[in-house]
């Protein structure tokens, strides 16, 4: 399936030194014009398409990391495909997307049927490192809990696909890639995308791989939507789906949470309109407190009490000022922090925007159940009973509707207190349940 168009190729990722600005190790896309609704006259004075002199950016470890993250969106350590002008994207927002690329990972082997392949779906702020060691942070996979050898998802009988999502940082297209037609980063100047997008593309990659239908699509969170959207768009596709911790729209608690996150990052002076890349800034502050509030709802009331209760972080008593006198304090700076060096703001805006526009049963006619009508795909949903993000009601709401629409589908609520974060841990209810799920899948379709 690969043509002059549509490239299969592994690209390395470029490293700077721990020495490097960022200016240097990014290359082109420090620069270049982002006209998308503003001036088109830098802040700075300098003229236009010029980037920030070296000597004018920050050093240090923290940009260096910052700066290779950047070198990812357009060259992975990952797979990547290419889709050329021949196969376009169409974007919910009515345009069409070309060309653009899919950054992704894959673990175990497909089988001569191709019937052993799961898609794993990952959330906000993760990628397709779902079981590798990350490029950027040198930490170990996000999902390697449940993703290994003789693990529940099991690479020895599994062949594994974990893809970065549209409008991500991490290889596939997104603002922070580089726009074909300007040669520059393109900013605000990508359209806004959706969980169906994303979903688009991902069926995109999965017909490159040769792979006409997935024995399972598995994700938490964000995930989890794209796994229903799955399930929706593409039931003849999907064997088994297992939504984790999600919904089948956003609720206007969440949106409220987001946009709480987007302004902190929209009012950081160094976002300069959506156009850091061209000023050579990074609105690095804005990003970490939507990271910190973020983190906030991740969490429970009774694993932040249990992680850190009212402790003093490394003093005796209370400094009278506005240091991070309390470890949970000191601990949320230390989360933004980490996330910025390895996450692109504007990537931020766009997928969470895009879980803001997720509404299930809005695409067909109000009525959740018509988005399974007559599915035979096979369905597990798992929630967690501290996770005030994404609680058991919606879980609830998509099973009624499966259940409305005649689907096979079961469903857990796992005690846990670690809140919405559970499915990314070590929850040994859940590593049996997808075990189980998995298993009996794999044996309704033959595989071994």
Known sequence: ???????????PAARPTMGETAGS???????????????????????????????????????????????????????????????PLTLDAGVTLSPFQIAYQTYGKLNAEKSNAILICHALSGD???????P?????????????????????????????????????????SINPKTG???????????????????????????????????????????????????????????????????????????????????????????????????PRSGLAVARMAAHITYMSDS????????RLQDRDGRTF???ADFQVESYL???????VDRFDANSYLYVTRAMDYFDLAADYGGVLANAFKDTRTRFCLVSFTSDWLFPTADSRAVVHALNAAGASVSFAEIESDKGHDAFLLDEPELTAITRGFLDSAARAVGVA
């Not at 609720?251 to 009012?267: C, D, P, T």
């Not at 694993?303 to 009212?310: A, E, Q, T």
Request: hydrophobic letters at 40%; one cysteine or more.
């Open 128 to 134: 397709q490192h779902a079981a590798n060691v990350h």
């Open 1 to 11: 399936m690969s043509d002059s168009d549509n490239v299969h190729v592994l690209r």
């Open 184 to 282: 520059f980063p393109y900013g605000l100047d990508l359209p806004v995308v959706t969980i169906r997008d994303m979903v688009r593309a991902q069926a995109m990659l999965i017909d490159h791989l040769g792979i006409d239908k997935l024995l399972a699509v598995v994700g938490g969170s964000m995930g989890g939507m794209q796994v229903l959207q799955w399930a929706a768009s593409y039931p003849d596709r999907v064997f088994a789906a297992m939504p984790m911790a999600a919904a089948a729209r956003h609720s206007a608690q969440n949106i409220a949470f987001h946009e709480v996150g987007r302004q902190a990052v929209m009012a950081d002076p160094d976002w300069r309109g959506g156009r850091y890349l061209l000023e050579g800034t990074s």
């Open 303 to 310: 694993s932040l009490h249990r992680k850190f209760g009212r």
């Open 136 to 176: 950027v942070t040198g930490k170990t996979g996000w999902w390697e809990t449940l993703i290994g050898p003789g693990k529940p998802i099991d690479t020895n009988r599994f062949f594994v696909i974990a893809s970065n999502v549209l409008g991500g940082c991490l290889g596939t297209t997104g603002p922070s």
């Open 333 to 339: 700076r230390h989360q933004g922090e980490a996330f």
């Open 321 to 323: 000022s506005f240091d």
């Open 25 to 87: 190790a990014q290359g082109p896309q420090a620069q270049g014009p982002q006209t998308h609704g503003q001036s088109t006259t830098p802040a700075s004075g300098r003229p236009l398409g010029e980037p920030a002199p070296a000597d004018a950016r920050p050093v240090g470890p923290s940009r260096a990391y910052e700066a290779l993250a950047r070198a990812q969106a357009d060259f992975p350590q990952s797979e990547l495909v290419h889709f050329g002008a021949d196969k």
